[in-house]
């Protein structure tokens, strides 16, 4: 049970968080504000705020489902995407050129590049995912607080028992939605940013805490016991891994590529930053901001498993098996292990930090994906079919609606669906509606002039057919199995497979990312009849807006500055942060090659590997992590006081609300537009102000 100490530390900074989010109310006058924070975003305000929206209570504990099934092993796979993270964080691969375009989401986006009706299909899919997706997050994530801080699992409110997830998923979600109502991005990612500074701290704390709990002797005896082909430590040694095996990884590497910027969880932390190179700077920061989140994460997976399985724990185990033991449904047992051992394992104040931290994160997250989800329905579904404009007040008064329909349909999905999947694979298949057809079509769009929209529905048609599909088969599974065990009798996967589909979330976004993009490559080709207009949607050259300043192309193409990203817009700062990260990465990438080489010719045995997680996974990056800290609790206040002081001279726009207009209808300097040549032309074109049609 927590004590008093713990729910001091957790609710303290909580009543802090509450008091600066009404205080932001009053600097959200316009769309731009609730929707993107006035583009007024620093690169440590982002930085910081992104990172702390990824402490999701749902996605630390879908971490440790996988952590307990694969130890230490997929994270040697992983380190495959290496160079694909690297890519992508410092060309500003995909990131870049979306902010160019000034879109608020991701719809908007595929109305300028493609079409309004292409536009309304897209964005009522996106929400569709989205939406499903969320709901299970409030069920996981106050189970995890029911667990975590040993609360019973039933309260008897006017004679009747009622789930005690179920009021914590109330009492939670009010106030997610007081964070996100107040003020929309501009609350958001300022509460945030502070969670995240009281969380860099709290991290470190946590680490200690366990580093003297736990000695690494036992963490490794405890992970050296595994069955052979599902070993812990030795990634060369899982070869009996259904789930979370290499071809998960693999999926993932490709997965990771193709999807850059699709999902649109936390959507508006694209376009929040002050223009296209702080947001680039955010995302390259984020290496190092993350460096104490990955250890202490890790560390805590590392002793539960210990706590679980070593001897010297065992007392503290059978109190977590008598826990686990009254849980009915195996899938809910198998999320809770973890949480439920941790909070037998951790003493008196060091508990209240991590549930503090994890609450800061339940709400980061939580208020993102609210705002995300009931914006998108709004900007994307809602305001492209209105004849009539509304004002910013009305406008934003409906996206509190919105925001407010999407956490009581999570409330209402938590209570009522019946997972069957891992979190992660429930997320890959959920995904998959929109993600399936979505990558193909944002950076075709984005990068290649001959995309057209044809090739786009094409894409996201199929891609969304696949994953509805799967989505179907997983929940009727039992259902129609012994009918298709009449028609095919001899068919080993449907014989073998009766309880569950034997196909996984994650194999079927395979098969919608490879059919999408072949579809929208070809359909493209075939209906191309003129090259799209990319200067006039960059607002590139005589395009350009001043109030952005920023410039686009390299002195020297094809330099080493060009190579990792670097452009006449990095200081001196600029580029040893980026060749720092470029340089820490590539030196991990080729540990990796030369190790699995190693392992191919003479492998390692448990001790070796053990000894190398040890160094990889905790004593360098806390060391680094140590110093990291300083500077981004520096790098955070100094956005942070910065932005309060723009938001004094900010003047807000009140026709920069997401939509767009055509080119004949806006008013623009003499030599802005020379004159409208096609379609294309004025699709290319975003403005402030609403169509007219």
Request: charged share 15%; with cysteine.
């Given at each position: 049970?927590?004590?008093?100490?713990d729910?001091?530390?957790?609710?303290?900074?909580?009543?802090?968080?509450?008091?600066?989010?009404?205080?932001?109310?009053k600097?959200?006058?316009?769309?731009?504000?609730?929707?993107?924070g006035?583009?007024?975003?620093?690169r440590?305000?982002?930085?910081?705020?992104?990172?702390?929206?990824?402490?999701a209570v749902?996605?630390?504990?879908?971490?440790?489902?996988?952590?307990?099934?694969?130890?230490?092993?997929?994270?040697?796979?992983?380190?495959?995407?290496?160079?694909?993270?690297?890519?992508?964080?410092l060309?500003?691969?995909?990131?870049?050129?979306?902010?160019?375009?000034?879109?608020?989401t991701?719809?908007?986006?595929?109305?300028?590049?493609?079409?309004?009706?292409?536009?309304?299909?897209?964005?009522s899919?996106?929400?569709?995912?989205?939406?499903?997706?969320?709901?299970?997050?409030?069920?996981?994530?106050?189970?995890?607080?029911?667990?975590?801080?040993?609360?019973?699992q039933e309260?008897?409110?006017l004679?009747?028992?009622?789930?005690?997830?179920?009021?914590?998923?109330?009492?939670?979600?009010?106030?997610?939605?007081?964070?996100?109502?107040?003020?929309?991005?501009?609350?958001?990612?300022?509460?945030?940013?502070?969670?995240?500074?009281?969380?860099?701290?709290?991290?470190i704390?946590?680490?200690?805490?366990?580093?003297?709990?736990?000695?690494?002797?036992?963490?490794?005896?405890?992970?050296?016991?595994?069955?052979?082909?599902?070993?812990?430590?030795?990634?060369?040694?899982?070869?009996?891994?259904?789930?979370?095996?290499?071809?998960?990884?693999?999926?993932?590497?490709?997965?990771?590529?193709?999807?850059?910027?699709?999902?649109?969880?936390?959507?508006?932390?694209?376009s929040?930053?002050?223009?296209?190179h702080?947001?680039?700077?955010?995302?390259?920061l984020?290496?190092?901001?993350?460096?104490?989140?990955?250890?202490?994460?890790?560390?805590?997976?590392?002793?539960?498993?210990?706590f679980?399985?070593?001897?010297?724990f065992?007392?503290g185990?059978?109190?977590?098996?008598?826990?686990?033991?009254?849980?009915?449904?195996?899938q809910?047992?198998?999320?809770?292990?973890?949480?439920?051992?941790?909070n037998?394992?951790?003493?008196?104040?060091?508990?209240?930090?991590?549930?503090?931290?994890m609450l800061?994160g339940?709400l980061?997250?939580?208020s993102?994906?609210?705002h995300?989800?009931?914006?998108?329905?709004?900007?994307?579904?809602?305001?492209?079919?209105?004849?009539?404009?509304?004002?910013?007040?009305?406008?934003?008064?409906l996206?509190?609606?919105?925001?407010?329909?999407?956490?009581?349909?999570?409330?209402?999905?938590?209570?009522?669906?019946?997972?069957t999947?891992?979190?992660?694979?429930?997320?890959a298949?959920?995904?998959?509606?929109?993600?399936?057809?979505?990558?193909?079509?944002?950076?075709?769009?984005?990068?290649w002039?001959?995309?057209?929209?044809?090739?786009?529905?094409?894409s996201?048609?199929?891609?969304?057919?696949?994953?509805?599909?799967?989505?179907?088969?997983?929940?009727?599974?039992?259902?129609?199995?012994?009918?298709?065990?009449?028609?095919?009798?001899?068919?080993?996967?449907?014989?073998?497979?009766?309880?569950?589909?034997?196909v996984?979330?994650?194999?079927?976004?395979?098969?919608?990312?490879?059919t999408?993009?072949?579809?929208y490559?070809?359909?493209?080709?075939?209906?191309?009849?003129?090259?799209f207009n990319?200067?006039?949607?960059?607002?590139?050259?005589?395009?350009?807006?001043?109030?952005?300043?920023?410039?686009?192309?390299f002195?020297?193409?094809?330099?080493?500055?060009?190579?990792?990203?670097?452009?006449?817009?990095?200081?001196?700062?600029?580029?040893?942060?980026?060749?720092?990260?470029?340089?820490?990465?590539?030196?991990?990438?080729?540990?990796?090659?030369v190790?699995?080489?190693?392992?191919?010719?003479?492998?390692?045995?448990i001790?070796?590997?053990?000894?190398?997680?040890?160094?990889?996974?905790?004593?360098?990056?806390?060391?680094?992590?140590?110093?990291?800290t300083?500077?981004?609790?520096?790098?955070?206040?100094?956005?942070?006081?910065?932005?309060y002081?723009?938001?004094?001279?900010?003047?807000?726009?009140a026709?920069?609300?997401?939509?767009?207009?055509?080119?004949?209808?806006?008013?623009?300097?003499?030599?802005?537009?020379?004159?409208?040549?096609?379609?294309?032309?004025?699709?290319?074109?975003?403005s402030?102000?609403?169509?007219?049609?």
């Amino acid at each position: 049970m927590m004590s008093w100490i713990d729910w001091t530390i957790v609710l303290v900074p909580l009543i802090a968080i509450a008091i600066i989010a009404f205080r932001t109310q009053k600097h959200v006058t316009s769309v731009s504000e609730f929707m993107a924070g006035g583009r007024l975003g620093g690169r440590y305000l982002v930085c910081n705020a992104r990172g702390e929206m990824g402490m999701a209570v749902i996605g630390m504990v879908a971490m440790y489902e996988l952590f307990y099934q694969a130890g230490f092993t997929i994270s040697w796979w992983q380190m495959m995407t290496i160079p694909m993270g690297l890519f992508i964080a410092l060309t500003g691969y995909v990131y870049y050129r979306y902010r160019e375009t000034r879109a608020m989401t991701l719809a908007q986006f595929f109305e300028i590049r493609y079409s309004k009706s292409f536009r309304l299909f897209a964005g009522s899919l996106g929400f569709l995912s989205g939406l499903i997706n969320y709901g299970i997050f409030p069920a996981v994530s106050s189970r995890f607080f029911v667990y975590f801080c040993g609360l019973p699992q039933e309260v008897h409110l006017l004679n009747h028992a009622v789930p005690t997830f179920a009021i914590i998923m109330v009492i939670y979600l009010t106030l997610a939605l007081i964070m996100t109502l107040t003020g929309g991005q501009l609350t958001v990612m300022i509460t945030d940013c502070v969670t995240g500074l009281i969380s860099l701290v709290m991290f470190i704390a946590i680490i200690v805490a366990l580093l003297i709990i736990f000695d690494w002797s036992q963490i490794q005896e405890a992970m050296s016991h595994a069955p052979a082909g599902k070993s812990m430590l030795n990634p060369f040694d899982i070869g009996q891994a259904k789930d979370f095996n290499i071809w998960y990884v693999l999926i993932g590497v490709l997965g990771g590529i193709y999807g850059v910027m699709a999902w649109q969880g936390g959507h508006a932390f694209n376009s929040c930053a002050k223009n296209a190179h702080e947001a680039k700077m955010g995302a390259i920061l984020g290496t190092w901001r993350n460096t104490t989140l990955s250890v202490m994460v890790t560390l805590l997976a590392v002793c539960a498993i210990t706590f679980l399985k070593h001897p010297d724990f065992a007392a503290g185990a059978s109190h977590v098996q008598e826990v686990l033991s009254k849980i009915a449904d195996p899938q809910i047992q198998n999320q809770m292990r973890m949480p439920v051992a941790i909070n037998f394992m951790l003493p008196i104040a060091v508990k209240g930090m991590l549930c503090s931290i994890m609450l800061f994160g339940l709400l980061a997250c939580d208020s993102s994906y609210l705002h995300s989800w009931g914006s998108i329905f709004i900007q994307d579904v809602i305001m492209p079919l209105r004849k009539k404009p509304l004002t910013p007040r009305q406008h934003i008064n409906l996206l509190r609606w919105a925001i407010i329909g999407v956490a009581v349909f999570g409330f209402f999905f938590s209570l009522l669906f019946r997972q069957t999947e891992y979190i992660l694979m429930f997320f890959a298949l959920t995904g998959a509606i929109f993600l399936g057809g979505a990558g193909s079509v944002i950076a075709g769009g984005l990068y290649w002039k001959k995309g057209t929209t044809a090739g786009a529905w094409a894409s996201m048609i199929s891609g969304s057919g696949l994953a509805v599909g799967g989505i179907v088969l997983q929940q009727c599974w039992k259902t129609i199995h012994p009918w298709l065990l009449q028609l095919f009798p001899n068919t080993h996967i449907i014989v073998d497979n009766a309880a569950k589909f034997p196909v996984n979330g994650q194999v079927m976004y395979f098969c919608a990312m490879v059919t999408s993009l072949a579809l929208y490559f070809i359909v493209s080709l075939l209906t191309c009849k003129q090259d799209f207009n990319m200067e006039r949607m960059l607002h590139r050259g005589k395009y350009a807006i001043a109030d952005d300043k920023v410039k686009v192309e390299f002195e020297k193409r094809w330099s080493w500055s060009s190579i990792i990203g670097i452009d006449e817009h990095f200081t001196k700062s600029d580029k040893l942060i980026s060749s720092s990260v470029f340089s820490w990465t590539m030196f991990w990438w080729i540990v990796f090659i030369v190790v699995t080489l190693w392992n191919l010719l003479s492998p390692w045995t448990i001790g070796w590997w053990a000894t190398y997680w040890h160094y990889y996974a905790i004593i360098i990056p806390l060391s680094i992590g140590v110093v990291t800290t300083v500077w981004f609790l520096w790098g955070g206040i100094t956005d942070l006081h910065e932005l309060y002081i723009d938001l004094k001279t900010y003047k807000s726009d009140a026709a920069d609300d997401g939509t767009v207009k055509l080119a004949e209808e806006q008013v623009m300097p003499d030599n802005y537009v020379d004159s409208v040549e096609s379609e294309s032309d004025i699709r290319a074109n975003p403005s402030h102000a609403n169509i007219q049609e």
